[in-house]
């Protein structure tokens, strides 16, 4: 794909490398990602990966040249770690999104914390590396995870935008409607999208028009 990366594609304006730490971004929950300027977009996808979608998801992200991140749940990365290779074999930055998408706040602390151990298990025995990024499931942070979090290094995405994908019956122009109102009131930022969203990955090619069309600029997140 980099050999077709013109001037007519989305691209990858920069990456931003981040350190391992436990930090926490996005303007949702926290503060705003550091040296992000104007109209720069993170893409992020979650709840992946799911063969029926994220493959589309795949090939319209290298189609514009477009690097990402995807927050995996770990039950379909335990299931499709091939798939989850292959978005990490992309390019694209892969973090965490707990083991099952629970509503966190409802469960006991020790659940919670078994819940994060079998999502760094599984996220190890797949991809062969240390985790270093976790969004919540729902973005519904608890005291308890927060702090195993922190303690393990490992940086909270929250995120600044998104077009409520996860809605049924929606069009590529519902979506991009959605995605770049709220992007006009947070100026850019990390955007939340689903791979496992068939519409969503049915509409990307779209959305990524729309993003240029706008003036957006992509930046992809790494650790080191």
């Given amino acids: 794909a ?5 001037p007519e594609v989305l691209g990858t304006s920069r990456t931003l490398t981040l350190k391992r730490e436990g930090a926490a971004w996005g303007t949702a929950q926290h503060a705003a990602l550091p040296t992000l300027a104007s109209q720069e977009v993170v893409l992020t996808f979650d709840d992946g990966p799911r063969p029926e979608s994220t493959p589309l998801v795949l090939k319209a992200l290298a189609d514009q ?11 379909p990365l335990r299931q499709h770690a091939a798939l989850a290779r292959q978005v990490r074999d992309a390019g694209h930055s892969v973090g965490m999104h707990g083991y099952r998408h629970e509503h966190f706040s409802q469960l006991p602390p020790a659940a919670q914390t078994a819940d994060l151990d079998a999502m760094v298990a599984t996220y190890r025995a797949a ?3 240390e985790p270093a990024a976790y969004r919540f499931p729902f973005l519904e942070e608890t005291p308890t995870l927060l702090g195993a979090l922190k303690e393990r ?6 995120i600044d935008a998104g077009a409520e994908d996860w809605l049924p019956d929606q069009t590529p122009q519902m979506l991009a409607d959605k995605l770049l109102g709220q992007l006009a009131k947070s100026g850019g930022g990390i ?3 689903h791979d496992a969203q068939d519409q969503t990955a049915r509409a990307l090619p779209f959305l990524l028009q729309a993003l240029k069309s706008k003036g957006y600029r992509v930046v992809h997140l790494n650790w080191n």
């Fill in 191 to 193: 955007i939340l999208l």
């Fill in 127 to 129: 991809l062969g590396a």
């Fill in 2 to 6: 980099a050999m077709h990366c013109g």
């Fill in 65 to 75: 040249c477009v690097q990402a991140s995807f927050f995996m749940n770990g039950e």
């Fill in 153 to 158: 290094g490992i940086t909270v995405m929250s």
